[in-house]
């Protein structure tokens, strides 16, 4: 008998795990890549698994109820993911992003029936100043519920509870190396974590922008790998808090246009059309898959999202 769904929360996960054969095949891998597919959600991101673990938390606190508004400072895809929750479960959302995120996620996050503040990019660039942001999200909501997506400990608990464990579940067991850009960190960090209490030899390898990509004082709107952000060479206090420090056994940083290209190659060579994010990583996936001693070894690429959010960055 068929299954009925009742709520857009219970689609949330389960994503599916696809092998690429062709991408690999015309570079001469040595490797396998398979690649975590988390646009499958219903929102089409990976960030809907910590929208609902958050606002579910909440729920369960007693902190929520139907017509309350949610607040936070997010990019993009938190954002969308709260939304949609939001939508569905009767509350309302208000969210602060920089003005330099893509349109086309805007314009999602209006769809869904949140408010958007823009905020300067630059002031993102400074932690005293993103802190005062979070201080004014808080000051002018009052009463409203701050997600805080950075901060928040159901961000990495959901990803070692759901992510990691069915990342092992389909590849029953044979995931050597798992690779992924930093945005919360949650990803990586409980995914990775989960992954290393089962194999402890399990590599976490991250992709990071190369400093070209990132943003200035004298450029603040570079082109950006939107969503991912440096690790290395960051002082412990400008680094999210839900970024597990320990979990990376090495980081491949690259050039914005190196995430289009293996983008790009990904829609037209295996057709998956994944966002720009996700080229980062597969570009990152791309490098160690290229090495002889990763030869027949299962890599996991994490897929954040759908492409078509990036359609005006390609």
Known sequence: MPRVFNSITELIGNTPLLELHNYPRRRDLAARIL??????????????????????????AGKLRPGDLIVDVTSGNTGIGLAAVAASRGYRAKFYASDNISPDKVKILRLFGAEVVPVKNEFFLDPEALEKITQRVQEENPGAFFTDQLANPANPRVHFETTGPE???????????????????????????????????????????????????????PAQIDGVHKVTEVPPE????NFDTTIADEVIALN?????????????????FAGVSSGAALWAATQLAARQENAGKVIVVILPDLGERYLTSF
Do not use: H
Request: aromatic letters at 4%.
């Open 35 to 60: 690649v975590k597919i988390e646009s499958f959600n219903p929102a089409g991101s990976v960030k809907d698994r910590i929208a609902w673990a958050i606002l579910k938390d909440a729920e369960e």
């Open 256 to 272: 914005t246009s190196d995430a289009k290209e293996a983008a790009l190659a990904l829609v037209a060579e295996e057709g998956v």
């Open 238 to 241: 400008q680094l999210p808090r």
């Open 167 to 221: 990342i092992w579940r389909d590849t029953d067991g044979a995931v050597d190396i798992l690779v992924g850009g930093v945005g919360t960190g949650g990803t990586l960090s409980g995914a990775g974590r989960f992954l290393k209490s089962q194999k402890p030899g399990l590599k976490v390898v991250i992709a990071e922008p190369a400093e070209d990509s990132l943003p200035t004082e004298e450029n603040p709107y």
